[in-house]
């Protein structure tokens, strides 16, 4: 199999910014998925040089178009490595192939009847470089540019878009995926319904000149979307190129909703024209929002990429917006949910996972790979296994679907599975016990096998730390050539082979000393630190009488599963507690000397659920988890986490 992925190309009249880098991400993303499924695959992205905006974003500062277009091309292309990005082609409309191949297509399809010469009045948005029918505007405005289009009329050179309407509708109906999600197919045949103009393709050099002449007028420039959305073909060598026989006919387009129209109406229409069969698919975003407004070049509310992976990193990066993001759906930026979901996320469930199970081989099974002992195997084990596998191929199916959100969710739900069975199975217990050997073998080395599978499907989204897991696997070869088909499947590891260092994943970030503050005010103010003085933990009441039944009953305890933990910044003794009971809330307690956080993750402890909420060092505590004290001879103090005898639903009330 084939695939030839795609972003926009975008435009050099500003520099990138978050929704750059998601487009970019997800085509990365969708990728390195498709190579892991064996494919062939084809990625291209690139930036779009010529036309009105660039033009005069050059004259404001004093430069050629083309010095201006170098300098933001560079720009971009700098970006990507900081983001993992690895296009096989970085495409720019200034090529000369490029300009060449539109010369011929033009000449083409000008020469099949299908371009001819007109008058034309129309409301033309500079921001969107197209006409706008009076029916898309709001207010009197683009709405995605807030400002009125201008009303232009001129001689111009139209392509016949019309004679295909019939011929589009027919094919999006007849292809149910074209489109996706969904939304955007129905958007596209409520806009077929009416009938189609023909497409304004040229622009006269007396208003404009940085485009590509028209073959047969030399007094005419290239419209700029018809010159830009013929990267697609000349980026894979049309016409003649082995790439292009080879990989057009499994194109994929990923887009933002801003250009759903020239990708969804004005493309398919031209390749049918050219004579050439559309492209496959065509995946459609929502966007990156910031305070509810579209993070855009022109509002300047903009995210830079580089201070993203500078406060973060990368795979952070690439997790936080495929994670937050429902693909086809607007999403919020802010600073804090992405160190949010890098301590949560990232350090807590999967790096502890990780470096729990890693400690755990290192120690108890000398840094190899155990045999396990199919006697000592449980049924829990075997649903567990079940599990795994199920979630390969539910992450297949929504990657495919472009679903990145849901599927890193399934993994996820995997990886919390796979922190519970450490504690319920203790393997530090199994350890006292030489007649649990083989039980301690079968757990770490479920453990061992459920870590290679999570690296193997992380692998697309967060490259990086998937192959520093592969290492400390022993894997780092396998890995780099692994496929889901070959590889997605249980009991794949040797026993007795080699495990590497272990490294640490993803370090939490202090929020008071990193904040992930981009360069908007919003995200500034949200990243910022919670800045209220230190408060004492309370102290608890002393009684030295007896207490009624009634007085008791007054106190709500609860048996709670600690599912996220990590250390309060500047303090030694306190550690915040994620609990479910069976809402999660936070609960701030004092046992930091005494359990390290990945210890706790997973625990059954019992907390007073109704204690007024109390702020431990600016972070409030929602709750108290009881834990038995007592002091040795020396007066040292130990502390001991009470919990229940057995497993019971967190939520359940202790009286
Ligand atoms: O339209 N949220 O280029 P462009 C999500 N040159 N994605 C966003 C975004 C946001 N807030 N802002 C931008 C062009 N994007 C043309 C394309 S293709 C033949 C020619 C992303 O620089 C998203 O992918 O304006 C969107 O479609 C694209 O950038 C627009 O980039």
Not at 187 to 213: A, K, M, N
Not at 464 to 492: I, K, N, P, Q
Request: net charge neutral.
């Amino acid at each position: 199999m084939t695939t030839y992925i795609t972003t926009p190309i975008y435009y050099v009249n500003a520099l990138p910014h978050l929704g750059h880098a998601y487009t970019t991400i997800v085509a990365d993303t969708y990728s390195r998925f498709r190579r892991l499924c064996g494919d062939r695959v084809r990625f291209q992205t690139g930036t779009d040089e010529h036309g009105e905006k660039i033009a005069q974003a050059a004259e404001a500062e004093g430069v050629s178009p083309r010095a201006y277009a170098d300098r933001i091309s560079d720009a971009f292309r700098q970006t990507w490595p900081l983001l993992a990005v690895e296009p096989d082609h970085f495409i720019r409309t200034t090529d000369p192939g490029h300009i060449r191949t539109v010369q011929d297509i033009l000449a083409k399809v000008h020469a099949a009847g299908d371009i001819y010469f007109s008058e034309y009045t129309g409301l033309y948005c500079q921001g969107c470089e197209r006409f706008l029918t009076e029916k898309e505007l709001v207010d009197g405005n683009c709405p995605d540019h807030q400002k009125p289009p201008k009303e232009i009329s001129e001689q111009n050179y139209f392509f016949r878009m019309s004679r295909y309407q019939q011929w589009l509708i027919d094919h999006i109906k007849a292809n149910p995926d074209f489109i996706t999600p969904e939304r955007y197919r129905n958007e596209v045949l409520s806009f077929l319904s009416e009938p189609l103009e023909d497409l304004c393709i040229s622009r006269p050099t007396s208003r404009l000149t940085w485009g590509i002449p028209l073959p047969f007028d030399d007094k005419f420039v290239t419209y700029v979307w018809f010159d830009a959305l013929i990267n697609y073909l000349t980026g894979i060598g049309y016409p003649d190129g082995p790439d292009f026989q080879e990989y057009w006919a499994s194109a994929e387009h990923v887009i933002a909703k801003d250009i759903l129209k020239p990708h969804a109406i004005y493309w398919p229409t031209m390749l049918k024209a050219m004579g050439l069969q559309p492209y496959r698919r065509l995946h459609v975003h929502g966007y990156w929002n910031v305070d509810e407004t579209k993070m855009s070049k022109s509002i300047g509310n903009v995210v830079r990429p580089g201070e993203l992976v500078a406060a973060c990193g990368t795979d952070t990066v690439r997790y936080f917006v495929l994670r937050e993001m429902s693909f086809g759906l607007d999403a919020s930026f802010s600073g804090t949910a992405i160190v949010e979901r890098q301590n949560s996320d990232l350090a807590n469930d999967l790096g502890n996972l990780f470096s729990r199970a890693l400690t755990m081989l290192a120690k108890y099974a000398g840094g190899t790979v155990p045999a396990p002992d199919e006697a000592a195997m449980t049924a829990e084990d075997r649903q567990l296994t079940a599990d795994l596998l199920e979630m390969v191929s539910i992450y297949r199916r929504e990657m495919d679907q472009f679903n990145f959100s849901r599927a890193l969710q399934e993994i996820w739900k995997v990886i919390g599975q796979l922190n519970r069975f450490i504690v319920v199975n203790a393997p530090w217990e199994l350890a006292k016990d030489p007649a649990l050997a083989g039980r301690l073998r079968t757990v770490l080395s479920l453990l061992a096998e459920a870590l290679r599978l999570i690296a193997l499907v992380l692998r697309p989204v967060m490259p990086e730390a998937a192959a520093r897991m592969a290492r400390a696997l022993g894997l780092a070869e396998e890995m780099a050539a692994a496929t889901l088909e070959r590889d997605g499947v249980w009991g794949l590891l040797r026993p007795g082979a080699a495990l590497g260092e272990i490294p640490q994943l993803f370090p939490r970030i202090d929020k008071k000393s990193q904040p992930a503050a981009p360069t908007t005010t919003t995200v500034k103010k949200e990243a910022k630190p919670a800045s209220a003085p230190p408060a004492p933990m309370p102290a608890p009441a002393e009684h030295d009488g007896v207490i009624t039944f009634d007085q008791f009953g007054k106190v709500e305890l609860r048996v709670g599963r600690v599912t996220a933990a990590e250390k309060v910044a500047k303090s030694d003794r306190l550690l915040k507690l994620t609990v479910e009971a069976p809402e999660a809330r936070t609960i701030v307690a004092g046992i930091a000397r005494y359990y390290q956080p990945e210890e706790v993750v997973g625990r059954l402890v019992l907390i007073v659920a109704n204690l007024k909420p109390a702020k431990l060092m600016g972070v409030t505590s929602q709750g108290m988890v009881l834990a038995a004290k007592e002091k040795d001879a020396a007066g040292n103090e130990r502390l001991v986490l009470a919990t229940v005898a057995g497993e019971i639903a967190p939520g359940s009330r202790v009286a």
